[in-house]
Each structure stands twice: as C-alpha cells, then as structure tokens.
C-alpha cells in the first residue's frame, strides 16, 4: 500500500493492534517460558499479519520493538535448555542397561544378556569404545608444581647469581644516568650564567642531531623548574637567562609559577634552524658511541 492512499484512521488501527500485541506479549512473559512454545509462535503470526500494513517509520519502530521483546524471549528459552553434561543422568542410564543384561525380574546367578546389549550398540556404533574413554580415564597423572626454590637448585648457583648481577647492574645503571643528567644540567646552567640573555632556540636547537635537541630541552626543563632560570618572551622572542632561585617571600609578594608545554617534531625542528639561521647549538654537540647492545647512545648517558 503506498503511503499517500493509507489513511489516517488505517494508521491508528494498526498502531492500535501493535500496541495490544505488545501488552498482551509484556504480561505473557512467563508464559512464553513455561509453555511448549505455541503462544509465542501465534503472537509472532500476529506480528507478522500487522507487518504487511506497515507502511511509515512510526509502525517500523512498534514492530522493531516486539521483535526485541520475542527475541529477548527466545534466549532465556534457550537458557533454560539443559544441553551440557549435567543433562545425562548416569543412574538412569545404568538402571536401562541393567534392565536390558537381566531382564525386569533379574534372579539371583542370572547370566547377564550382553548380546542384546550388542545388538543395541550395533545400532549406534561399530566398534565398542574403549574403557578409558566410555566414562573418563580411569588413571590421570598427577604432576605436581615445582617450586621456584627448587628450580633454581636444579639450575644451579649460577641463574640465581646471575640474576643478582642483573639486579645491580640495572640500579647502578639507573645511579648513574641520573649524575650523568645531573652534570648536564649544571653545565647547561654554566652556559647560560656565562652567555647571558639567549634565545630560546638557539640555546637547545642543535642543527646536527634531533636527539639532542630534545635532550637539551629536557636539561633546561630542570633549571626552569628549580627557579634557576626563567623565560621571558615580552619582547616577541623567548629569551631565556640565569637567575637565583626565588625565596618564599618574592612568592608571598605575588611572584607566580607558569608551566608550558614545549612540542617538537622534526619538521618543526628544520624550520626554526631554517628561521633562526641556526648553525651551531650554545650547548655543545655530545658523540655518540656504540653501545654493548648495538644501540647508538648519547655519550651524554654513557659513563666517560
């Protein structure tokens, strides 16, 4: 039916019936589980019988929703399916195989009739399965954890000595890249007290290594946090210059900290050498040595 020829009427009918479907489907919810399936069968038939009348949005959301709610329906159905193992009751099955070696009126000394009980299983299978598998292996191996104390002693003093050693390379490692950083940063102080007012760029751009101009801002990051230098960019540039830290009374006379985030990609590290005319770094270019692992490292890192 086209949109134009349904009526206003014929479309508050079938909302109507929408409507009473989806009332009649909300208080038949336990319903819906209990039975055999019927009632929820002949609700979708009536869904199904509105839907052909369907002809706008308003009538498509009405239908979407009974569709979620039978859907919804289904899978508590489903749920409620005992399919997993609990569902087979071993006695039950022992009593029928009983039933079929003995007979209903088993007598005392009665041979047990296991050629019924083939011809049965020929009907399932042709080849009997085997013991270990008919109900669970009869025998499992138990494997016991091993500890860790004993795994070390299997593997000798040496793994546990080895660790150790790991152990405090790695902490000495760590002492030793912070005085390493410590001594750059007071050498960069040193530059700075010596040049007076630089540029900002000029200062830690090195036009010969990325890395280390990240690194350098990295240095100054420490100064400018320590209050023993302080950026000033009124004149339209960022100079930067050595300064005594302040003391409790410049911050009870209304002296604030600022924070700033400083960004730099490669791209924009080649333009600001490009602008500034950059040719030489203030700080001073470190080498790069080889490292045990193969690695290039900034000497600055590397004990001298």
């Known amino acids: 039916m086209d949109e134009l020829e349904q009526t206003p009427a014929e479309k508050r009918q079938l909302r109507h019936g929408y409507r ?3 009332a009649d489907a909300a208080a038949r919810k336990k319903e819906y589980l209990e039975d055999s399936g019927a009632l929820l069968l002949a609700d979708l038939e009536r869904a199904n019988g509105l839907f052909g009348d369907v002809n706008n949005t308003a009538e498509g959301v009405l239908d979407s929703r009974f569709l979620l ?10 749920h409620m399916l005992r399919i997993d193992s609990a569902a087979f009751d071993s006695l039950a ?11 209903t009126d088993a007598e005392a000394g009665m ?30 191996e138990a494997r016991e954890r ?19 050693q790991i152990e405090t390379m790695g902490t000495e ?40 101009s990240v690194e350098n801002i990295f240095y100054v990051s420490f100064l400018i946090r320590d209050g023993k230098a302080y950026i000033d960019d009124s004149s339209g540039q960022p100079m930067i210059e050595a300064c005594e830290p302040p003391q409790q009374e410049d ?8 924070q700033l985030i400083f960004t730099l990609d490669q ?15 203030a700080i001073p270019s470190r080498k790069s040595v080889r490292g045990e692992q193969g690695l290039s490292q900034i000497s600055s890192q590397v004990p001298r």
């Open 20 to 22: 009473s479907l989806l």
């Open 69 to 78: 709610l039978s859907a919804d329906i289904g899978a508590q159905r489903a």
């Open 93 to 103: 099955y022992i009593d029928r195989v009983r039933t079929v070696l003995y007979g």
């Open 111 to 140: 041979e047990p009739a296991w050629g019924t009980v083939g011809k049965v299983a020929a009907g399932i299978a042709r080849i009997a399965p085997r013991l270990t598998h008919a109900y669970g292996p009869l025998a499992v």
């Open 146 to 164: 091993r500890k860790a104390e004993t795994a070390r002693r299997q593997g000798g003093g040496s793994s546990s000595t080895a660790a150790a």
């Open 173 to 212: 490692d760590v002492r030793r890249q912070e005085n390493q950083t410590t001594r750059l940063v007071q050498k960069v102080h040193r530059i700075l007290a010596e040049r007076g007012p630089i540029n900002l760029f000029e200062l830690v751009i090195n036009p010969q290594s990325f890395a280390q």
């Open 251 to 258: 911050y009870q006379s209304g002296l604030t900290k600022k």
């Open 267 to 281: 791209a924009t590290w080649r333009e600001i050498i490009d602008v500034y005319a950059i040719r030489q770094s």
